[in-house]
């Protein structure tokens, strides 16, 4: 007979090290960040620019030009940025949200220089030709008709509409008719007046000196000058919690069900506890929520529940695809895990648990280049010091059930939730009516 060896206990995460990074504020007030770590010869490039709007149209012109800002210069075109980035063994990738606009990058170490040269091509002469800005105005089009038809697409813009109504926050996509409606010469126009490196990042990491790096993007980016953008931003109006908002898909054999509520910002001092809170709520595969309605009675195959960082607020959210006809014991079961979290206290076992999860996962997020570089990206970005990583684990090691108690009771409650179910309204509002109040 084989013998069973028993498992081993966690060990105690190791102790955090803080990165050795150097900084640089360039004349043009692009605030650049350098970090050695020559794991592999490659180096990772993010620039984070602050892109917020309130312009009804902003979305739909913001999604256009991080989609054809790669398509072309006034040196190259498409082709030619694209052959000119496989010389350099790399790649560059847009993307953007409600907050910021951000362009990562890739090349072998050795390359950097020419890497940065072709980000300052990008940055000061992006051509935004009318041909690229028509098709990709078309595939945009096509994308937004196709996700809108998707349920979860569907709940996650109707919850946005509920956290902040009349706010750019609560618009997820952009409206196809402005979408049609954008020219090439506005981009132009977005790009020249919020393509700006006063207020922008950049991150670099990798397999170079770190103050070699920053001389470097001094040089290739001192041409790109302005700013800072003229923007104002709006602040998000309070969130009003009320009934479930039930939102019709006639045939539809599943529900998706969303919850959001406030959170704390990663810089205030009863974070760590929240995160924990989430953590052993529904934040993991071995959390309470996802053990009852997976795990143990099928309901979903895979319910979470997470914290978001925006700039101007933090939430809590709730996710979950359920069969139609198990939508009323799902949400029973939800508020149930919900209230037992907020009103009792959690075990010791469970908070060391998540407490070695989260310090564990936050190692593993900066174990290489690219998540070192999108990680300073973000928290940096938001204004967080690159401390905030080493002392992070810290904070998290001194959460006590306490604490956890407190801030579960107080962002967790599901009195201070709002939802939306999207599904069957003829058969899901009747047996959710029974269980929770409905609109």
């Known amino acids: 007979m084989t013998a069973v060896l028993p498992v081993p206990g966690l060990t105690d995460p190791a102790k955090p090290k803080k990165l050795s990074a150097s900084e640089r504020t360039l004349p043009s007030g692009l605030r650049v960040v350098a970090v050695r770590r020559p794991s592999v010869p490659m ?25 054809t800002i790669l398509t072309g210069t006034g040196e190259r075109d498409r082709i030619g940025l694209a052959v000119a980035l496989g010389q350099l063994g790399g790649d560059i990738s847009v993307s953007v949200d409600a907050d910021r606009l951000q362009l990562s990058g890739s090349a072998l170490a050795s390359r950097l220089p020419a890497l940065l040269d072709l980000y300052a091509e990008i940055l000061t002469s992006a051509s ?141 001092e009863r974070y760590s506890a929240l995160q ?39 939430s809590f959210t709730v996710t979950a695809d359920v069969a139609t006809e198990v939508t009323a014991p799902a949400i029973l079961e939800t508020m149930y895990e919900l209230g037992r979290i907020a009103s009792l206290p959690v075990t010791e076992t469970e908070l060391e648990s998540v407490r070695q999860y989260a310090i564990g ?21 938001t204004g967080l010091s690159i401390d905030w990583l080493a002392e992070q684990p810290v904070r998290l090691s001194k959460v006590t059930v306490a604490e956890v108690a407190e801030v579960a009771s107080e962002f967790l409650s599901p009195r201070k939730l709002v939802g939306v179910a999207v599904g069957d309204a003829t058969a899901i509002t009747a047996p959710l009516s029974r269980v929770i109040d409905v609109e």
Do not use: C
Not at 48 to 67: I, Y
Not at 137 to 149: F, G, K, Q, V
Not at 361 to 381: D, F, K, P, V
């Open 43 to 67: 180096v990772e490039v993010r620039l984070r620019v602050p892109f917020f709007s309130g312009k009804a149209s902003h979305l739909a012109r913001a999604t256009l030009l991080s989609g």
């Open 128 to 268: 935004y030709s009318a041909t690229e800005v028509a098709g990709e105005r078309e595939r945009l089009i096509e994308r937004i008709t196709m996700s809108r038809a998707q349920p979860g697409v569907i709940a996650n813009e109707a919850l946005a509409r509920r956290v902040a109504p009349g706010h750019p926050y609560a618009e997820l996509l952009p409206n196809t008719e402005a979408v049609a409606a954008t020219t090439a010469s506005q981009l132009r126009n977005l790009h020249r007046d919020l393509v700006l490196p006063e207020g922008s990042l950049l991150v670099i990491v990798g397999d170079v000196s770190a103050s070699r790096a920053l001389d470097v993007a001094e040089s290739a980016l001192a041409e790109w000058t302005g700013g800072p953008a003229k923007v104002k931003l709006a602040p998000l109006p309070a969130l009003r919690p009320g009934p479930l908002q039930i939102i019709d898909r006639p045939g539809s054999v599943q529900t998706s069900i969303r919850l959001s509520g406030t959170a704390l910002p990663r810089r205030d």
């Open 276 to 314: 924990l809170a989430n953590l052993i709520f529904g934040g993991y595969f071995s959390s309470r929520w996802v053990e009852n309605i997976r795990e143990d009675k099928g309901y979903s195959y895979s319910p979470r529940s997470g914290l978001d960082h925006l700039a101007l607020g933090s």
């Open 361 to 381: 996962n936050l190692a593993m997020s900066t174990s290489t280049q690219a998540g070192i570089a999108t990680t300073l990206s973000t928290l940096l970005g």
